[in-house]
């Protein structure tokens, strides 16, 4: 898949933290069950490579991808453990070439106008706006549209039910990068019923 394609699949990205791999399957199903297809598995756990894996082999209607991906050898690891795309906080050379070279989508992350210059200038041209809320919001988008015409972004860190429609509203933003959909305590406690429910909230509460 192209970054176009992948920020094209749902208007919402959640954005997972997984301590157990057990609970990987049950959540992408919830997340399905609840009418989002993808998802965005962080490597801040131990157990994120193998989740990515299990999902990506049994559960191939979910596009799962890798977030928090930093260097090389986090971008190799996800892509050998069945990552369908990447996501990071930041931007490099070093990521944008691994990009190019294993023919897998970046969305690397920007917060100012040099990066996403940088981006641009590389043929990136779909970006995550990180963090969103920190870096300007709705107001930052809106500056990057003038100069940066051709450039469109998932903000991420912020978004929540409230916000949302003010995010997806812009010329610029295809589809936006949210936890509150997969809340730490409904994983831990099982209920996944939760899960399903609060994107149901989400996707309904978008405004055409």
Known sequence: MRADEVMKISPIVPVVALENVEDALPLAHALLEGGIKIMEITLRTKEALEAI??????LP???????????KKDFQAALNHGAKFIFSPGINKELMQCSKDLDIALIPGVATASEVMMAKNNGFLHCKLFPASVVG??????????????MYFCPTGGITLENLNDFLALPNVLCVGGSWIVPQDAIKKRDFKLITSLCKEALESIKT
Request: proline share 3%; net charge positive; charged share 10%.
């Open 53 to 58: 894996n299990t999902i990506s082999h049994t």
């Open 61 to 71: 209607q979910m596009h799962v991808g890798a977030g928090t991906v930093i260097d």
């Open 137 to 150: 919001g709705t107001k930052a988008l809106k500056a990057f549209n003038g100069p940066f015409a051709s």
